[in-house]
């Protein structure tokens, strides 16, 4: 008999405690013992987990009206410029953006960790006034209790699966891959493999806008894809055929997160960026779907990529699998090269967990994306006209 599973079934089983549940990593060993059917037929969700830096990451905030009320036209929150072309009150505080006084010390994804944290954050703003909102200027101090909303909005968070950046100049460079020691002196990657969300569902068959998922430690949702979607096989003669190029726009409520599962970082000689925590429940409504979030580790390529060449397109050395990655070591032009992840996999198989149980306590209901990505996309560079 053929299985076919709904939400609605297994939304069913969750509010009936009759739900069975296991990660993406539990489910591998069961696969291999029990084989697919049966496994199709024990098993109704699987859940995904990654934890890594998510540069194209910010928050919406309103901060209510002062008195007299001000037009906000140059925001600071502790002395980090947000994006106030919103509204008289609302801003865009970008991860990235860095202290006019701290540099790359300290930036919008250190002011987003302080706000889930409750501390008071300095914010300053001017205006040049105008008859409905006569104010010209403000300071004064807001935490995550004494403003009325705050939005996490990413762009594009989950790629579906990085390069392994590496640096074959004979200086030391300084990139959003960390710190690349020159001559293969090191490698690092960011994804998180067997566990990774978007490479357990690689053609967006439940993964669509829509989908609620674990962000950040609260409930979220997929709003639509992220910024530079364009999933692509990449192909060879051998089988290390690679599945890149998917991303996600997703939003939640910051006031319910957790820096345990989202907060800052900083990359020495490149600034500052968002380290976010993601968990998509992967409902399993055929063997389709079971043999996807069955992949492992060793059946996962990756290219490698010089990161020291200047231009777009940069030069490929080849191809790694990420039990290989995982091991710390790789071969280059048969040469060992030391490896370490940006990304936290033991994070992420505890994302992948958290979220189970959530499932397990009904406090967690699957939702049907009400629209699928799109399965054809381009890349398109920035033209430069003069």
Same mark, same amino acid.
């Given at each position: 008999?053929?299985?076919?599973?709904?939400?609605?079934?297994?939304?069913?089983?969750?509010?009936?405690?009759?739900?069975?549940?296991? *990660?993406?990593?539990?489910?591998?060993?069961?696969?291999?013992?029990?084989?697919?059917?049966?496994?199709?037929?024990?098993?109704?969700?699987?859940?995904?987990?990654?934890?890594?830096?998510?540069?194209?990451?910010?928050?919406?905030?309103?901060?209510? +009206?002062?008195? @007299?009320?001000?037009?906000? &036209?140059?925001? %600071?929150?502790?002395?980090?410029?947000?994006?106030?072309?919103?509204?008289?009150?609302?801003?865009?505080?970008?991860?990235?953006?860095?202290?006019?006084?701290?540099?790359?010390?300290?930036?919008?994804? +250190?002011?987003?960790?302080?706000?889930?944290?409750?501390?008071? !954050?300095?914010?300053?703003? /001017?205006?040049?006034?105008?008859?409905?909102?006569?104010?010209?200027?403000?300071?004064?101090?807001?935490?995550?209790?004494?403003?009325?909303?705050?939005?996490?909005? *990413?762009?594009?968070?989950?790629?579906? *699966?990085?390069?392994?950046?590496?640096?074959?100049?004979?200086?030391?460079?300084?990139?959003?891959?960390?710190?690349?020691?020159?001559?293969?002196? *090191?490698?690092?990657?960011?994804?998180?493999?067997?566990?990774?969300?978007?490479?357990?569902?690689?053609?967006?068959?439940?993964?669509?806008?829509?989908?609620?998922?674990?962000?950040?430690?609260?409930?979220?949702?997929?709003? %639509?894809?992220?910024?530079?979607?364009?999933?692509?096989? !990449?192909?060879?003669?051998?089988?290390?055929?690679?599945?890149?190029?998917?991303?996600?726009?997703?939003?939640?409520?910051?006031?319910?997160?957790?820096?345990?599962?989202?907060?800052?970082?900083?990359?020495?000689?490149?600034?500052?960026?968002?380290?976010?925590?993601?968990?998509?429940? !992967?409902?399993?409504?055929?063997?389709?779907?079971?043999?996807?979030?069955?992949?492992?580790?060793?059946?996962?390529?990756?290219? !490698?990529?010089?990161?020291?060449?200047? +231009?777009?397109?940069? @030069?490929?050395?080849?191809?790694?699998?990420?039990? &290989?990655?995982?091991?710390?070591?790789?071969? /280059? %032009?048969?040469?060992?090269?030391?490896?370490?992840?940006?990304?936290?996999?033991?994070?992420?198989?505890?994302?992948?967990?958290?979220?189970?149980?959530?499932?397990?306590?009904?406090?967690?209901?699957?939702?049907?994306?009400?629209?699928?990505?799109?399965?054809?996309?381009?890349?398109?560079?920035?033209?430069?006209?003069?």
């Amino acid at each position: 008999m053929t299985i076919q599973r709904t939400y609605e079934e297994i939304n069913a089983k969750i509010k009936s405690g009759k739900v069975v549940i296991v *990660n993406a990593e539990e489910i591998i060993p069961i696969v291999e013992e029990k084989g697919i059917k049966k496994a199709t037929e024990e098993i109704d969700v699987v859940t995904t987990g990654t934890f890594g830096p998510m540069c194209s990451s910010g928050v919406i905030l309103n901060f209510g +009206h002062s008195d @007299p009320p001000i037009r906000m &036209q140059k925001v %600071w929150l502790n002395d980090v410029e947000a994006y106030a072309g919103l509204a008289a009150v609302d801003v865009y505080l970008g991860a990235t953006q860095l202290s006019e006084r701290q540099g790359m010390e300290y930036g919008g994804a +250190h002011v987003i960790e302080d706000l889930i944290s409750g501390k008071k !954050i300095k914010l300053k703003a /001017i205006s040049r006034g105008t008859d409905c909102y006569p104010r010209r200027e403000i300071e004064t101090y807001i935490t995550k209790k004494s403003i009325n909303q705050a939005i996490l909005f *990413n762009p594009r968070n989950g790629y579906q *699966n990085y390069n392994v950046a590496v640096n074959t100049s004979e200086r030391k460079i300084y990139t959003y891959m960390g710190i690349l020691l020159p001559d293969l002196g *090191n490698a690092s990657y960011s994804t998180s493999g067997q566990l990774s969300p978007l490479l357990n569902d690689p053609e967006f068959t439940t993964i669509g806008i829509g989908t609620r998922i674990f962000l950040g430690g609260a409930q979220g949702y997929i709003v %639509w894809e992220g910024t530079q979607f364009y999933p692509q096989v !990449i192909k060879d003669e051998s089988e290390k055929s690679i599945r890149k190029g998917g991303t996600l726009a997703v939003i939640g409520d910051l006031k319910e997160m957790s820096t345990d599962y989202i907060c800052a970082a900083t990359f020495k000689g490149y600034g500052v960026t968002l380290v976010v925590g993601i968990g998509i429940p !992967i409902p399993i409504l055929n063997s389709e779907v079971m043999k996807r979030v069955a992949v492992k580790d060793e059946d996962i390529w990756t290219e !490698i990529i010089d990161y020291s060449f200047p +231009h777009l397109k940069k @030069p490929s050395l080849g191809r790694v699998n990420y039990k &290989q990655l995982r091991e710390g070591n790789i071969k /280059i %032009w048969g040469r060992d090269v030391p490896v370490s992840p940006l990304s936290s996999y033991a994070k992420a198989r505890e994302i992948a967990q958290k979220l189970k149980e959530e499932i397990l306590r009904g406090k967690f209901l699957l939702q049907k994306p009400i629209q699928r990505f799109p399965q054809k996309s381009k890349f398109k560079p920035l033209l430069e006209i003069h």
